[in-house]
């Protein structure tokens, strides 16, 4: 049973200098599979190309981050590429796409609309879609009840046990990574621990989100560049969920393994034998 990263930004350029060389190390730590969500369209084609060459799952989509770059036609030319893309099997979700609260200074009714209008494409599509949830969890549910989605995975989810019930009732897992690694992460590490066990999915979100290992605190960047996450770090990460959940490491990689493939069922074809 191989370890899935849920959620990897492969593309980013953080890894341009080394990416094959990531990727061997995810392999190498029996991370099998990942899935690469896209951030916003003029990366579309990179993407595609990238879960390819390495026999990954890719989502498309635009971030709610890059929605003050986008263009309005860029709706329209992801409704045109999931349609171009419809049978490749690799392609499992609508992606990324949200709301995010957190950053200041966005203007938050473009991220509102283009949220609503890629939830109606990933219906339109019949796709699931990968949720980025940032101080936002009430206003994405909001727009969850309007639009019904097949589902899909919250990333690095960080909402409140209510929240976090609501995206399950929606047929939503629940992304959990570095952050889990932290023992004052009491809020998520709870959530991680008291989910129903079909919620819980694994992912790095690399290069971002790094474990408390590769951690570097804001007074000691002068000193250390902030530290790259990478995939190669799930299994560890996962340990976190295992002692949490009081689950073996085989059984925490085979019920996260399944919650994916639950969320995103064209992941079934792609981690069965021979794939
Ligand atoms: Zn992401």
């Known amino acids: 049973m191989p370890w899935i990263d849920s959620h990897c930004h492969l593309d980013a350029p953080e890894f341009d200098a080394d990416r094959d060389a990531v990727m061997q190390r995810a392999r190498l730590a029996g991370v099998g599979m990942l899935v690469l969500p896209a951030v916003a369209v003029a990366g579309f084609e990179t993407l595609i190309a990238l879960a390819h060459r390495h026999r990954l799952a890719y989502a498309l989509g635009i971030h709610p981050l890059c929605v003050d770059g ?14 171009q893309h419809r049978d490749d099997p690799r392609l499992v979700a609508v992606g990324e796409i949200g709301l995010d609260h957190f950053v200041p200074g966005l203007d938050r009714a473009r991220q509102e609309r283009f949220y609503a209008a890629q939830l109606k494409l990933a219906r339109a599509h019949g796709l699931p879609v990968i949720l980025h949830v940032r101080r936002s969890a009430d206003g994405l549910l909001k727009h969850l009840r309007r639009t019904e989605v097949p589902g899909g995975i919250a990333h690095a989810f960080n909402g409140s046990d209510v929240q ?30 008291d989910l129903p066990a079909d919620v819980p999915v694994l992912e790095t979100d690399a290069p971002d989100i790094p474990p408390q290992w590769l951690y570097v605190k804001a007074g000691e960047r002068e000193q250390r560049a902030p530290s ?7 299994p560890r990460i996962a340990e976190s969920l295992a002692a949490l959940r009081g689950w073996s490491i085989e059984e925490t990689a085979a019920r996260t393994a399944a919650n994916v493939a639950a969320a995103l069922p064209r992941m079934a074809a792609l981690l069965g034998p021979g794939a």
């Open 164 to 193: 976090a019930r609501q995206f399950a009732a929606f047929g939503f897992k629940l992304g959990f990574g570095g952050a889990l690694t932290f023992e004052r992460a009491l809020q998520i590490r709870r959530l991680a621990a």
């Open 70 to 83: 986008a263009a309005d036609a860029d709706l329209d030319r992801l409704d045109q590429a999931l349609q």
């Open 228 to 234: 790259r996450n990478e995939p190669a770090e799930l």
